[in-house]
């Protein structure tokens, strides 16, 4: 046995709470290297006549990657607490605790297993119930639709009657996604995530310069409060978007600050390494990037602080707000996000927290402070093989199993799934304007653990390279609409809303073989089990139903 | 290469800000299967014509354990943040990234590549400057000394005059302590941890009646805040014991519930499971282990925290101490532990905060909770190679540099080392009152990186088996202490405050071979490196000095 792959580790997504009764515990193997694995468990403080008293519990193998085998089971401790350790049969057999390894189970001493001390309710990763059955539409308020044209920008494009560049206009507003609250109900969707409506220069508005002003291109808050409301009377919540790494230049805390340098008040606001500040050939403070245009704003000064969370509870107290998305969300001290928890949810407990991070975010995910991140890990693999088809069936499958194992279960479950963004290329552009592998991508994203995202437009056929490409306006003409493709898109919502094994409630498997050339999957909820089987190839490829079928009820879910 | 073993994890013992400006990065390897390893690292958003502008920089072989190889560099990332990768040579020679392996390093694209995404000085894990440097010294004040009889429990014995039971008492108070400040001052400590102070019944204390008063039998609050002050006043910072997961049986507001039941006020002060509330056969609410003496507090509800908090501030508003030593913190809400943190730091930044953990704590040393926790791993390896024999060198090594790689080195720095305390055997009856492994012991935890503590009488040679047995009456006759091993004691005391290499400032190095009889290691700082060789076997054994030491001053320590 390699005893150099086996690893857990406490408190993380190996062994974490995932409800206020139920432990979840997980162990790595070297792949194919351990025939089977029980859990050795007991309460510390259980004895008999000086012996500890442990019982067993077989894991399950539940996903594999590369390199590795994960095994899982879970539990609900009488007293809230656990002593436990691994005992692993293969060429040999073995014990394994936090202390190392021993060839049996000790009896007369707990100190060296690994311990869950007490599953305290108030330290429970605890997303808000309704985000695990959501599912998102973000829109770009400047590309969605433009309903009021007495609010549009100077210089502002008819509709549709240019391509988008980094610095034109098109006037989509607040009415514009008030008036077309319809096509988002036939949709089925039930969350808007909108990019920032905050008062700004650009098109994108991610360079604040006041975050409790929206922006008069979009329309004012009583029209702001009156789009919240249309989408609750819908059933669709709001998320808002929230740049508090930095604010935009034209802050007039960075202004002042550009103007009086070390006597503005608001010079520890920001990061200046030395006065008099300069933005140009490089600014001399921190910034985004070393973009001069976005300062880095010192979310330890207790005003800085005191200015951004009084920000993240206004527009949930006075617009009821139901979502932060929280900008680059990694590179903001943990302590802010910690109070900015805290504060939020002190108004709205069930407000969704949602952190834009692109790498490895368990430091953020261990319910102090974020709900979820953005995951792109998860759909990055799903774009590679079916819409690059850069990587195999095996590969496919690996990366997707290491995704799901790289949070708690509570955690993937609310995980922010997407397939593109305003900051990448459209995922009909990235699959070459092949449909069937966009629907292929659709549909494993739908039927993911998780909760979906569509990119406005993405469900009516839209095209676009990388930004600004991708933020074209969205097509209202229905006859250039590709309407085929928004049934097919709501035709997965449906079911996913419907039957509780296709989305957030199923357990995921991948049953297909290594070296296939399609990939199967099934979901399953109690009694029901869904096959979703995908051909990656070319050819017409025939597949056996790998299940005893006899007298069993076998739906086919698109055609009934 | 066996990329099975290799390990690296973002925000943990293995990438970590150690300051406001630097960044330690660690890797795992199998044992002797990696020639060398390069650190690959640069800004994210640094590039040239395409290209990622990365450096790299070698890392340096720290430290070995029966299966594993430790790697480390530190580096100050010009602009605070990283992106970075592994370049590990040996039979083969391959990229190792966040999302997996690669045979070459990676330009086009940083997504891959590990992410620290910003070194927030808020977020640095910052204990108290003072402790690096302090040498702590455990009291247990009922059997300290009794410099008052006028107020000594009912039925006090005449102090020494019997063996210490898990019930009786001899009357130590603070006046005792007052009184013989001087032997505290010889010795050299600088820092006295009590175990709990407050109203009680036990001799032992731990059974709190009301956490805002001091037990009547160690003096008034008045006493107290003199005894703090001669402390201060000789140097030597205070610690007080906080026992915050449960309360005493006694403690008021558990006998209204008791008495009250399902109408008590402070029925949700505990966890009670039904009514009425019973202790017998088994209570029916939670408590610490199954006792129902000590009944678990909810530390969640607003009250009992505001309880807490309220003590955990006054004693350092009031009477200036100088830490908190938390009894069965790990059993406590990591929510609780954040908050009390942010209260107590702010009346008092420096103060020290203790955690009473005995397993793997990095959940619980990231900043946001404790400074340190009780460092049982360390010094358990040290006591099974030198007290019991049990290992042998090697394991002693390899359990050794584990225990140094389990956490940040600015968390292992001020990690509370100890090799006994009220609730072990005395470390001269674990010697079997053997001297020699005594003084091997002391000699390797006060030159160990973290802060050591000396069991109050471990100095003058007290022997006792496991409570009550430890806890036996200091001895002050100094024809009966044992002034030999004191000024040895003493010794290793100065030395270590008198050359940064002894403590905490010089780097630690094993430098034995896996099948020596004796163990050695180095500390070194600057210039200035020590050696510390121990024969651990009963024969004499002669061993080259391994250095080249032409042209160098060479001084033995304890002899000059």
């Known amino acids: 046995m390699l005893k150099e792959a086996i690893f857990h580790s406490p408190k993380s997504n190996y062994a974490y709470a995932y409800n206020e009764k139920t432990l979840h515990i997980r162990l790595r193997t070297k792949k194919q290297d351990v ?131 980094p610095t034109n206009f098109f006037g989509g507003d607040f009415e514009g996604v008030i008036e077309h609250i319809d096509h988002l109900v036939e949709l089925g969707i039930t969350g808007i995530y909108f990019t920032p409506i905050f008062k700004a220069t650009t098109n994108h508005k991610y360079d604040t310069i006041d975050y409790m002003e929206i922006d008069p291109q979009f329309g004012d808050k009583e029209t702001f409060k009156r789009l919240v409301q249309v989408c609750h009377e819908n059933g669709i919540k709001v998320m808002l978007d929230a740049v508090f790494n930095h604010s935009g230049f034209y802050f007039p805390q960075f202004q002042d600050v550009l103007e009086k340098g070390e006597q503005s008040k608001y010079k ?127 590969d496919f499958m690996y990366k997707t199993a290491e995704a799901l194992m790289m949070y708690p279960e509570n955690a993937t479950e609310v995980a922010f799934n997407l397939l593109g963004s305003h900051d990448t290329p459209r995922i009909l552009t990235v699959c070459k304007d092949n449909k069937e592998k966009l629907k292929q991508l659709f549909t494993f994203l739908l039927s993911s653990p998780g909760t979906p995202c569509i990119y406005y437009g993405d469900e009516i056929g839209m095209n676009g390279e990388q930004d600004p490409g991708c933020r074209k306006c969205m097509e209202w003409d229905t006859t250039k609409q590709d309407r085929e ?71 086919h879910l698109l055609t009934g």
Not at 506 to 514: A, K, M, N, Y
Request: hydrophobic share 40%; with cysteine.
């Open 268 to 394: 520890d606001w920001f990061y200046i390494w030395d006065y008099p500040v300069q933005t140009e050939p490089m600014p001399n403070y921190d910034t985004f990037a070393f973009t001069h245009m976005m300062p880095k704003l010192n979310t330890a000064h207790p005003a800085v602080r005191e200015y951004l969370l009084e920000v993240g509870r206004y527009w949930i107290r006075e617009f009821d707000i139901d979502g932060w998305r929280l900008d680059v969300a990694n590179e903001v001290g943990h302590d802010f996000w910690r109070e900015f928890r805290k504060e939020v949810k002190a108004i709205k407990p069930d407000v969704y927290i949602l952190g834009e991070i692109w790498h490895q975010s368990m430091a953020w995910l261990q319910g102090d402070q974020f709900d979820a991140v953005m995951n792109y890990p998860y759909s990055h693999a799903a774009i590679q093989y079916f819409a690059k088809e850069e990587i195999s069936t095996r």
């Open 485 to 555: 493709l928004f049934d097919f898109i709501a035709t997965l919502i449906r079911l996913r809303k419907e039957i509780p094994a296709f989305g957030n409630h199923g357990t995921f498997q991948f049953i297909s073989d290594e070296n296939d050339k399609h990939v199967m999957y099934t979901k399953t909820f109690e009694n029901e089990t869904l096959l979703f089987a995908f051909n990656n190839s070319a050819e017409v490829v025939t597949v056996p139903i790998p299940f005893d079928l006899k007298g069993r009820k076998v739906t």
């Open 35 to 165: 025939a089977s694995v029980d859990l050795i468990h007991g309460d510390p403080y259980k004895w008999d006549g000086g012996s500890w008293n442990y019982e067993t519990k077989p894991m399950k193998k539940i996903a594999s990657t590369e390199l590795f085998d994960y095994w899982f089971t879970s539990l609900e401790p009488d007293f809230r607490r656990l002593r436990y350790g691994f005992h692993l049969t293969g060429d040999e057999t073995i014990v394994y605790t936090e202390k190392g390894f021993y060839p049996e189970i000790i009896t007369h001493d707990t100190a060296d297993y690994f311990c869950f001390p007490y599953l305290n309710s108030e330290d429970v990763f605890a997303p808000p119930a309704w985000v695990r059955d959501t599912v998102w539409y973000q829109i770009f308020p400047e590309r969605f639709a433009n309903g009021n044209k007495a609010n549009d920008p100077e210089g502002a494009l008819p509709w549709g009657s240019a391509e988008p560049t």
